[in-house]
């Protein structure tokens, strides 16, 4: 079976700072992995995913992901956080097998001004 | 593309009542996913279909959910009768054969079951 945890309810950072949101994965082969966004009322963006080859992955409004094999992880990146930022963040992986993604429980992000 | 749409955006219901929501993929999509979005629970998987016809139907909570998809183009997730515990944003997703394709969500619609 497939899951995905992130470790952290919330993260909060001053704009300017980095931003990191974690996501760990258990799957029984290599994962297909995702990020999602979802800003107040909205559904879910698609930001990024791995699928194969380079371990960093870059995708939309300047985040990137880094896929770590050994510690099972893929967390999400930006080197300079905007106030706009501020969203709910989910990880979400599929084993190739399997057709579904399994989401985590998702990160609060708060970028204060 | 206009992306996935779901209608109604918001719902606010009786206990008791028939509630239907709607879907229309993105062209060309042959995958088609429900889920379910709750505090408590997070996001669920209700259901997903395969070129219009169910796959997998493990995640539908219980016999008053039902959901089809008559054509490539639209699907309806129909709850009777509703309870407010069903309280919940249900999504709509679609995508091409899966896999390593991106899975791409509709804007979802807000059900309150009063």
């Known amino acids: 079976a497939q899951s995905v945890a992130q470790p952290e309810d919330q993260v909060n950072v001053a704009e300017g700072n980095p931003l990191t949101v974690k996501c760990t994965y258990s799957v029984s082969g290599n994962p297909y992995l995702f990020w999602y966004v979802q800003y107040p009322n909205r559904g879910l963006q698609f930001l990024l995913k791995y699928i194969t080859g380079d371990n960093l992955v870059k995708g939309s409004y300047g985040f990137e992901a880094e896929f770590n094999k050994s510690q099972t992880s893929f967390h999400l990146k930006k080197p300079s956080a905007l106030v706009s930022d501020s969203a709910l963040y989910f990880c979400?992986?599929?084993?190739?097998?399997?057709?579904?993604?399994?989401f985590g429980a998702g990160t609060t992000v708060t970028v204060r001004a | 593309d206009a992306g996935v749409i779901q209608s109604p955006r918001h719902e606010v219901t009786e206990m008791g009542q028939e509630v239907t929501l709607r879907c229309k993929p993105i062209s060309g999509h042959d995958y088609l996913f429900w889920y379910r979005q709750t505090m408590m629970r997070g996001l669920e998987l209700l259901i997903y279909?395969?070129?219009?016809?169910?796959?997998?139907d493990s995640g539908m909570p219980e016999d008053r959910f039902s959901a089809k998809m008559p054509n490539a183009s639209f699907s309806t997730l129909k709850i009777q009768p509703s309870e407010p515990r069903d309280s919940a944003v249900y999504f709509c997703?679609?995508?091409?054969?899966?896999?390593?394709?991106?899975?791409?969500f509709g804007e979802g619609s807000w059900l309150t079951v009063v």
């Open positions: 997703a679609s995508s091409l054969q899966t896999g390593r394709n991106t899975i791409y």
């Open positions: 279909f395969n070129n219009n016809v169910p796959i997998d």
């Open positions: 979400a992986v599929r084993d190739p097998g399997d057709y579904k993604l399994s």
